[in-house]
Antibody, heavy 121, light 106 residues
Framework: QLQLQESGPGLVKPSETLSLTCTVS??????????WAWIRQPPGKGPEWVGS???????SYNPSLKSRVTISVDTSKRQFSLKLRSVTAADTAIYSC?????????????WGQGTLVTVSS | DIQLTQSPSTLSASVGDRVTITCRAS??????LAWYQQKPGKAPELLIY???SLASGVPSRFSGSGSGTEFTLTISSLQPDDFATYFC?????????FGGGTRVEI
């Protein structure tokens, strides 16, 4: 059974870079057709798609974050990573990783449990 | 961006009740909609994809319907395990967007 687990600092200072990693276990990471996504959910709000990456490294980002986001993949480690630069308090959220089933534009299944990242000095 | 509006934002119900949650899209998304359940401190779980297809392992009391701009998630007989937050997601175009969520409480 495919499982995803986020890891990274829970506290980031304003103007710094948020860095998170998602480790995938239990299934083939390089199965063709799937994409790997980052999704965030600010406190009390609905989720927001941040961006996605394929096992080959192709990326797509939410235009609202595109200037600050980089998502990369390391297939040898079965991991993909998120970097969000120049963070502010508005970037405080639960960040989750997920698989986009069968393509770049599709539903998400499964999700990781999520990790709370707080932006504060 | 396609906006998804869920209603109600909070729903109070009892075990055994029939519950309906609505998701309205700002433009036609055909049947490209998914529903998720999220419990506190846990990962969201896929319930429904393509508006009405039940995800693997999801109880049959959950059903989805609709197309175009209006969609519903129905729980035919609410169980104690169903008290959670539900949200919808469109996957017809970028950026992928979600509804604001509906909290189902006792």
């Amino acid at each position: 059974q495919l499982q995803l687990q986020e890891s990274g600092p829970g506290l980031v200072k304003p103007s710094e870079t948020l860095s998170l990693t998602c480790t995938v276990s239990g299934d083939s990471f390089s199965s063709s057709g799937h994409y790997w996504a980052w999704i965030r959910q600010p406190p009390g709000k609905g989720p927001e798609w941040v961006g996605s990456v394929s096992h080959g490294g192709s990326t797509s980002y939410n235009p609202s974050l595109k200037s600050r986001v980089t998502i990369s993949v390391d297939t040898s480690k079965r991991q993909f990573s998120l970097k969000l630069r120049s963070v502010t308090a508005a970037d405080t959220a639960i960040y989750s990783c997920a698989r986009t089933v069968g393509g770049l534009v599709n539903w998400f299944d499964p999700w990781g449990q999520g990790t709370l990242v707080t932006v504060s000095s | 961006d396609i906006q998804l509006t869920q209603s109600p934002s909070t729903l109070s119900a009892s075990v055994g009740d029939r519950v309906t949650i609505t998701c309205r899209a700002s433009q036609n998304i055909y049947s490209w909609l998914a529903w998720y359940q999220q419990k506190p401190g846990k990962a969201p779980e896929l319930l429904i994809y393509k508006a009405s297809s039940l995800a693997s392992g999801v109880p049959s009391r959950f059903s989805g319907s609709g197309s175009g701009t209006e969609f519903t998630l129905t729980i035919s007989s609410l169980q104690p395990d169903d008290f959670a937050t539900y949200f919808c997601q469109q996957f017809i175009s970028y950026p992928l967007t979600f509804g604001g969520g509906t909290r189902v409480e006792i």
